[in-house]
């Protein structure tokens, strides 16, 4: 399972490593995925994120920009499905720490817990090699 943190201003989302030196960047080699796939942008805490390839929001397929809330169901491209966590929303439930629990099996086993204010991006898509 992996956590992608969701820094200040613009991240860029894509399978293309070169594209990212440089720039805040999520590397996603999945099915379904392009070089320039999306970027997500946070401002004040307002997470935006705006398709550029095939994405899914809780099961229907966007084209255009949309907000990010807590709990959102994320696909990029097929195979590759995100849970959403707003640390703010996970503080005023009144819990210290947001534990994220994947969507599906980990082979890893690891469950990765976010001690931070910034927003995560879990991964629970299970790496397949196109070998």
């Known amino acids: 399972s992996r956590v992608f943190k969701i820094h200040p201003n613009t ?12 720039k805040q960047y999520f590397f996603i080699d999945g099915v379904g995925i392009d070089r320039d796939h999306c970027t997500i942008h946070n401002q004040n805490g307002i997470v935006t994120l705006t398709p550029r390839g095939e994405i899914w929001l809780n099961g229907k397929l966007v084209s255009t920009p949309f907000v990010l809330q807590h709990g959102s169901m994320i696909c990029f491209g097929r195979n590759s499905t995100f849970r959403y966590c707003d640390p703010q929303f996970v503080h005023k439930t009144a819990m210290k720490t947001s534990n ?19 927003s995560t991006l879990p991964m629970s ?7």
């Open 11 to 22: 991240t860029y989302v894509g399978r293309d490593a070169k594209a990212g030196i440089g």
């Open 125 to 131: 898509g299970i790496k397949k090699s196109n070998h």
């Open 100 to 118: 994220i629990i994947p969507t599906k099996p980990q082979i890893h086993g690891d469950k990765p817990t976010i001690h931070s204010s910034l």
